[in-house]
Nanobody, 122 residues
Framework: VQLQAFGGGLVQAGDSLRLSCAVS????????MAWFRQAPGKEREFVAA?????SYADSVKGRFTMSRDLAKNTVYLQMNSLKPEDTAIYYC???????????????????WGQGTLVTVSS
């Protein structure tokens, strides 16, 4: 399984950005996909996941939306109302068989993309 994330960039607070993650080697409809992020000097943290319905970290709920395009075998993270604290490297991850109770655990996921940097200026 290979994951290629892209779409990061430099934006201002309040702007929107959409990250994409192209997946090869496994259908996104048949696995669990998620986004994690790591801010400078901080530990990596869960952002969102799709296993059936999407779930979100409290810090992004209502602002971020994760979706899948089955025809393109790609997942997206639409980020609205961005804040400086959203600045981080965002990682697309995959883990078939991840159970509902472990969606927010990075150790549960087998495959990681290279990450894409999102910088939000104030």
């Amino acid at each position: 399984v290979q994951l290629q994330a892209f779409g990061g960039g430099l934006v201002q607070a309040g702007d929107s950005l959409r990250l994409s993650c192209a997946v090869s080697g496994r259908a996104v409809s048949r696995t669990v996909m998620a986004w994690f992020r790591q801010a400078p000097g901080k530990e990596r943290e869960f952002v969102a996941a799709i296993k059936g319905n999407p779930s979100y970290a409290d810090s992004v709920k209502g602002r971020f939306t994760m979706s899948r395009d089955l025809a393109k075998n790609t997942v997206y993270l639409q980020m609205n109302s961005l804040k400086p604290e959203d600045t981080a490297i965002y990682y697309c991850v995959e883990g078939s068989g991840v159970i509902q109770g472990r969606l927010r655990e990075e150790a549960a996921y087998y495959h990681w993309g290279q990450g894409t940097l999102v910088t939000v200026s104030s």
